[in-house]
């Protein structure tokens, strides 16, 4: 397996890979339907969507275990398979990826309040993401990510739960797209400075609404610690309906370009978010391989 720490410490860029939901889509999972059934139900799909993007030039890639949280997968009733579902994700990413390329196994928001706004106590939070983590583990993830927080409290609730199932480095990443804020109001300052000296890996910020408005949360975030690693997976720009397709206004061309604004701001891992494909890392990995 390969060594994430020791890639990190290296001089060299590591890229990430692209959106998950809407490849799964493109190869025929329906609207509606989770993308992590899949990983006991399509395996060939999963596997062949990690393999694209270690194709396209990822040295990342990340498990399709975002909404995989015990808490999260209650929706679709698959909260009983939770481990097994992880676990699987992460045996298809190991086998893609080999042992050179890095697998993140990824931690999404469950999607529910935790106490006082809403009905789950922290541990219970806690709970739901240690099943998550195990089964990951047993995958044989290199790290772990945890992605797309909005909450101090559930980051903070995420990251305990991996301190209590394993010593992997953990990379805990937050989506600012409400006037420079997450959702909860959090600013990336106040989540840097009360995240960063948890123990985490790198810190950083994902999906949001433009490129240019998560690549300020990220300057943001090295102003609060200059000290940190930084961690970028931007969406593909907003999305906007053609027909009955759901299209992203960022080319691979442009993607590529802002990489280099990031890479600039101090990110040492960038990718894609929601909108991005393996043709926009295809282009951001000729982009900054032929600087770094």
């Not at 990190?8 to 493109?26: P, V, Y």
């Not at 799909?45 to 975002?66: K, M, P, Q, R």
């Not at 990443?173 to 409400?178: C, I, N």
């Not at 009955?244 to 993607?255: A, F, G, K, R």
Request: hydrophobic share 40%.
């Amino acid at each position: 397996m390969p060594d994430f720490r020791k890639k990190l410490n290296s001089n060299r860029i590591l890229i990430a890979d692209g959106a998950t939901g809407t490849m799964l889509q493109k190869a025929g999972l329906p609207i509606g339907v989770a993308p992590e059934r899949w990983n006991l139900e399509n395996p060939d799909a999963v596997l062949n969507h990690y393999l694209a993007y270690i194709e396209a030039g990822s040295d990342i890639i990340l498990t399709n275990t975002f909404g995989g949280s015990y808490i999260r997968l209650k929706r679709d009733n698959l909260q009983d398979d939770c481990q097994n579902i992880n676990k699987r994700a992460a045996d298809l990413a190991r086998q893609a990826a080999g042992s050179s390329v890095i697998v993140f196994g990824d931690l999404g928001p469950t999607g529910e309040l935790i106490s006082p706004l809403g009905l789950l106590s922290e541990n219970e939070v806690v709970e739901s993401f240690a099943i998550q983590v195990n089964g990951l583990v047993q995958g044989g993830v290199d790290a772990i990510l945890i992605e797309t927080m909005s909450d101090l409290i559930e980051a903070k609730a995420a990251l305990k739960a991996v301190k209590q199932v394993t010593d992997l480095p953990v990379i805990i990443s937050f989506s600012f797209d409400t006037r420079g804020r997450t959702m909860m109001g959090i600013k990336p300052d106040q989540a840097a400075e009360e995240i960063w000296p948890l123990g985490v890996t790198a810190i950083g910020a994902n999906c949001g609404r433009t490129l240019s408005e998560t690549l300020k949360a990220i300057q943001e975030i090295r102003m609060a610690v200059p000290e940190a690693d930084l961690f970028a997976k931007p969406n593909a720009g907003l999305p906007h309906t053609d027909g009955s397709e759901l299209i992203y206004d960022v080319t691979p061309h442009i993607m590529a370009e802002f990489a280099l604004k990031f890479i600039d701001a101090g990110v040492k891992i960038f990718g894609g978010c929601c909108g991005s494909t393996p043709e926009h890392i295809k282009a951001i990995t000729s982009t900054i391989r032929s600087l770094y």
